[in-house]
């Protein structure tokens, strides 16, 4: 069983930048591949990074790629996503997510977060 916490969201101006933080309980931390996903209002849950759990290789959602960046520490339990050159269209509630395989599908993520809201205004 893994819980997740996300902190880090928050309001911030096109252009700015914010860093999401999930904190992760357990031992088992380092097993899983760690993945953010987002959701807008009125629209399905989009997946927009992931990083594995072996070697930390990292994919990106082409709408992110170039402007986040998503990192681990395993011993601290924590996955982070660096968000710089944020749009309007970055507007969404922000989750993470742990899989035990690679993947970048929301159904092969067994553990989620409760989501944290990052606003970016124009």
């Known amino acids: 069983q893994v819980q997740l916490v996300e902190s880090g969201g928050g309001l911030v101006q096109a252009g700015g930048s914010l860093r999401l933080s999930c904190a992760a309980s357990?031992?088992?931390?380092?097993?899983?591949?760690m993945g953010w996903f987002r959701q807008a209002p009125g629209k399905e849950r989009e997946f927009v990074a992931r990083?594995?759990?072996?070697?930390?290789?990292?994919y990106y959602a082409d709408s992110v790629k170039g402007r986040f960046t998503i990192s681990r520490d395993n011993a601290k339990n924590t996955v982070y996503l660096q968000m710089n050159t944020l749009k309007p269209e970055d507007t969404a509630v922000y989750y993470c997510?742990?899989?035990?395989?690679?993947?970048?599908?929301?159904?092969?993520?067994?553990?989620w977060g409760q989501g944290t809201q990052v606003t970016v205004s124009s």
């Open positions: 997510a742990a899989s035990s395989i690679v993947s970048v599908t929301a159904r092969n993520f067994n553990y």
């Open positions: 357990g031992r088992t931390f380092g097993r899983y591949t």
């Open positions: 990083i594995s759990r072996s070697d930390s290789s990292t």
